[in-house]
């Protein structure tokens, strides 16, 4: 089997947003598609280990702000790599809020869907989310970013490590996963997340 | 509620085949995404009322074909807007066959992944069916087609009808849904698969 061919599906790029209790979080994902029709319904999957579908599990609504092309680098590393148990994502952003009371992106996206959970599978990496669609609102009409978008146009290249530093292992940035060793083979994908060796960053003794 | 928000989520366009009890067909749709790793998993929304999906409710294997940028109309058209039921797609069409004994598109697609379905969930107007991979094949390094490209540079714009011709309603070309009425609103959303009146051709007295 070729994993990479999987990476010839096609996907949007979105910010999901949730809230329990008071704690309000976002992570950046690639999965969303409409499922069915009256009532409108669509999927998402979210990696079980991060704190937004940890939340999501107990809040049942989320918002999900379709990134356009205009979304920079920065505001995707800053929900896409970093935890939210570590740092408040939202804080001091005056996001506006959707429906559900949730924040959404007023800038670098085009679209924003309110939507409430009812029904989820645990697929042991991801949990599969089916929702109901609560309100749906078009912010602009500019281009929606696709993953292939943001990979060839928005993602930076990697930079190359300092000579002088010794690696001992390697972080996918997506999920966390650790490789151990110096050397990563050139087609390593992550068995969590399944990205390849671009998402990876180095870790110095 | 404005549903053309939900256009701003970005799919591909894929070729689905099964085959049971003698009988293949195959349907075009723009929906997959991965949902889970180790084991890697897809999701796949499919319209009820069709007939791969009835097959496939049966076969429990299927083929997606990922369509690449090359792919014509007239291949779309094929699988896409006619019915099995109706007449034999693969008939003469000597295509190539996947792990699972299954027809895929040796041409016009870039990647094709055998699956065998997991887990099935009926949302109504489609059945969501969570699968996993047996094989994935990347068959050219050409570009997936999106469903945006498609939209933009693959499908025709519709024909004026002659204006000598009386009309009586549209079907959507894409589930067969009826409109009844010689004039459709502009904004109308096909209420079975959400197609818009693009994808809606005129039946005439």
Same mark, same amino acid.
């Given at each position: 089997?070729? %994993?990479? =061919?999987?990476?010839?599906?096609?996907?949007?790029?979105?910010?999901?947003?949730?809230?329990?209790?008071?704690?309000?979080?976002?992570?950046?994902?690639? %999965?969303?598609?409409?499922?069915?029709?009256?009532?409108?319904?669509?999927?998402? =999957?979210?990696? $079980?280990?991060?704190?937004?579908?940890?939340?999501?599990?107990?809040?049942?609504?989320?918002?999900?702000?379709?990134?356009?092309?205009?979304?920079?680098?920065?505001?995707?590393?800053?929900?896409?790599?970093?935890? !939210?148990?570590?740092?408040?994502?939202?804080?001091?952003?005056?996001?506006?809020?959707?429906? $559900?009371?949730?924040?959404?992106? !007023?800038? !670098?996206?085009?679209?924003?869907?309110?939507?409430?959970? #009812?029904?989820? +599978?645990?697929?042991?990496?991801?949990?599969?989310?089916?929702?109901?669609?609560?309100? =749906? #609102?078009?912010?602009?009409? +500019?281009?929606?970013? %696709?993953?292939?978008?943001?990979?060839?146009?928005?993602? @930076?290249?990697? =930079?190359?490590?300092?000579?002088?530093?010794?690696?001992?292992?390697?972080?996918?940035?997506?999920?966390?996963?650790?490789?151990?060793?110096?050397?990563? @083979?050139?087609?390593?994908?992550?068995?969590?997340? !399944?990205?390849?060796?671009?998402?990876?960053? @180095?870790?110095?003794?």
């Amino acid at each position: 089997m070729d %994993t990479k =061919a999987l990476f010839n599906i096609s996907y949007g790029i979105f910010m999901l947003s949730t809230s329990w209790e008071g704690k309000t979080n976002g992570c950046i994902t690639n %999965t969303c598609m409409q499922v069915a029709s009256d009532p409108t319904r669509v999927a998402i =999957a979210c990696i $079980n280990k991060n704190y937004t579908c940890e939340l999501l599990k107990k809040s049942g609504v989320f918002a999900l702000s379709i990134l356009d092309q205009t979304c920079n680098f920065e505001l995707i590393k800053h929900f896409g790599m970093q935890s !939210g148990r570590n740092v408040d994502k939202f804080e001091g952003m005056l996001l506006p809020k959707d429906v $559900n009371g949730l924040p959404y992106l !007023g800038w !670098g996206a085009c679209a924003v869907l309110s939507c409430h959970v #009812v029904d989820s +599978k645990d697929l042991g990496s991801h949990t599969l989310f089916i929702a109901e669609i609560d309100d =749906a #609102v078009r912010l602009n009409d +500019k281009a929606p970013m %696709t993953y292939a978008f943001y990979q060839s146009d928005v993602k @930076p290249k990697p =930079a190359k490590p300092a000579e002088e530093k010794k690696i001992t292992g390697w972080r996918c940035k997506i999920c966390g996963y650790v490789y151990e060793g110096a050397e990563i @083979p050139a087609d390593f994908l992550c068995p969590l997340c !399944g990205h390849d060796v671009s998402d990876f960053e @180095p870790i110095y003794a």
